[in-house]
Each structure stands twice: as C-alpha cells, then as structure tokens.
C-alpha cells in the first residue's frame, strides 16, 4: 500500500536583479534521473533534517550558492511509483545575492539565469510552472507583504 512522506524540497533560486528577477535553471546531466530535463533545484531531505534545512544544503551542493532569504511557498505533490509513495515536495523561494557565481554539483551539466516567463518555458515540469507562478505572486514586490510573518523562514 502506498504511504505519503515529506521527503524532498524544490527550490526556486532567484536573483532579485533591477532589471528583473533571474530564476536559476538547471539540466540534469545524462546519467541521473530525468537525464538533461531542465528543473529547479530539487532534492531528498535527509533523516531528521527539516525541510527548511534541506532546502539551503540542496542549493549549496546543486549550485555552490548562499541562500540569504527563504521563503516557504507551498507543497507539491508527486508519486514515485516505484516506492509506491506519495512525495510531497516542499517548495521554497531562495534569493541570492545579485553577483553570486554557480558551482554544478555531480547532478547537473548546464544552468541558466533566466527571466520568469522563459524560466517557466524551460521547466520540464507543470509542477514546477505553477510553483514559480505562486512565488511571483506573493513575492513580486520584494517581500511577502502582510503574509512575511508566515512564508519567511529567514
């Protein structure tokens, strides 16, 4: 019987730019999972870490890069047949700093910095499209609004 497990995070990293925001795009390398599928930055939330936790470490093995405000946005839902378990993904919104350099971990062979609408064209998951599309709705002006107090982790 399938069971349900918070097990793993998706995390938008964004570059809050004057120009706009850069959402960070990254392709599987060949021999992973979903090989050269362009994603956020996604993965498994280890025995007792909270997800908040997993979702700063995954950024910084994926990418190389400090996270210096998170936010959490909402959960998505996917099965893994073959574990027969229903994932709930915690999605999270990571702002890095404007001049911040990527470092791709083992997992992924490419990345790009792109504008929001391109960001959701590229993302092989609707998932992903409709996570990116709430994050800009509640954090287009920089914060959180009257909702801070709630979505800000730190």
């Known amino acids: ?18 120009s706009g925001w850069r959402v960070l795009v990254v392709q599987r390398a060949p021999d992973t999972r979903c090989p050269t599928a362009w994603e956020t930055v996604h993965g498994r939330i280890e025995p007792g870490e909270e997800p908040e936790y997993a979702a700063v470490r995954e950024v910084r093995e994926e990418t190389g890069l400090a996270v210096e405000r998170l936010y959490n946005v909402t959960v998505a ?20 700093a404007e001049a911040s350099e990527v470092t791709l971990g083992p997992e992924h062979q490419a990345y790009e910095w792109l504008e929001v609408g391109a960001a959701m064209k590229r993302f092989a998951w609707p998932r992903e499209r409709a996570s990116l599309a709430e994050i800009v709705q509640l954090l287009s002006t920089g914060d959180a609004g009257p909702v801070e107090d709630v979505l800000r982790v730190f």
């Open 1 to 18: 019987m399938a069971h349900v497990s918070v097990g793993t995070v998706d995390v938008f990293v964004i570059r809050p730019l004057p």
């Open 77 to 96: 839902p996917f099965y893994l047949h073959k574990l027969r378990t229903v994932q709930l993904a915690v999605v999270f919104a990571a702002f890095v």
